[in-house]
């Protein structure tokens, strides 16, 4: 069974559609990545996802249970963490104060996922006491996905998690994307960078004008004449 299964899913904004009939299903493993034109509907699948977009047709399971148009708030409790493109740090705290903010549903000890995060992002325990405001763009990505890595989801949703990083950031992002799932914590990504995420992508979903065009495993989408010359640039 998927853990996540998205089944032929519309939605937009104010009435005005953006997804008509979106599928997606993804296993508790994958690194998945959408990828697709500006305008696409590539971050609006993120928010009909989480909640934050009105799904007017179609069904969203999640670990067997259907969360179609679930809040945030009930979503988190269930394993599901997000991060968006932008404001997605508390810019006034300190990296630590962000990290804490990330466990605010938990009522247990969460100082060992603290110890598990820090490991992962060793820049972050350096600057704990930085305020997240102070950091570099790159850095506070770490910190977006380490606060959200607080919760302990199942699965980690990224919008753009690259945008505006130079090239040694953008890679170091996608290292720690790599750390993660390498962790247990399955992948849903939208990235700009479609080449690149496709190359470590074990699912590939092309999304045009709201809707699947290609799906396929990372390889075979950038091996795909088609996708490359339509997608990717020739």
Do not use: C, W
């Amino acid at each position: 069974m998927s853990l996540i299964e998205i089944s032929s899913v519309h939605a937009g904004y104010g009435g005005a559609p953006i997804l008509n009939g979106i599928d997606i299903a993804i296993d508790s493993t994958d690194i998945a990545v959408i990828v697709g034109p500006n305008g696409a509907g590539k971050s609006t699948i993120l928010k009909a996802i989480f909640g934050l977009v009105t799904v007017s047709q179609g069904m969203i399971r999640f670990g067997g249970k259907e969360i179609t148009n679930a809040e945030p708030d009930r979503l988190v409790p269930m394993g599901l963490g997000f991060v968006p493109q932008e404001f997605n740090v508390f810019t006034s705290m300190s990296v630590q104060e962000n990290l804490e903010m990330g466990a605010y549903i938990r009522r247990d000890d969460f100082s060992d996922t603290m110890h598990s995060v820090y490991a992962m992002f060793p820049d972050l325990q350096e600057k704990r006491r930085q305020r997240a405001g102070e950091l570099s763009g790159g850095q506070r990505q770490m910190v977006a996905m380490g606060r959200a890595l607080m919760s302990k989801p199942k699965l980690l949703l990224l919008d753009e998690p690259s945008a505006g990083l130079s090239p040694i950031y953008m890679n170091q992002v996608f290292d720690h994307i790599k750390k993660v799932n390498a962790n247990g914590v399955a992948i849903l990504m939208v990235e700009q960078n479609a080449r690149h995420a496709l190359g470590f992508a074990t699912r590939g979903f092309v999304i045009s004008n709201g809707q699947n065009r290609f799906t396929g495993t990372g390889k075979a989408l950038l091996e795909d004449p088609h996708v490359a010359r339509s997608f990717l640039g020739g």
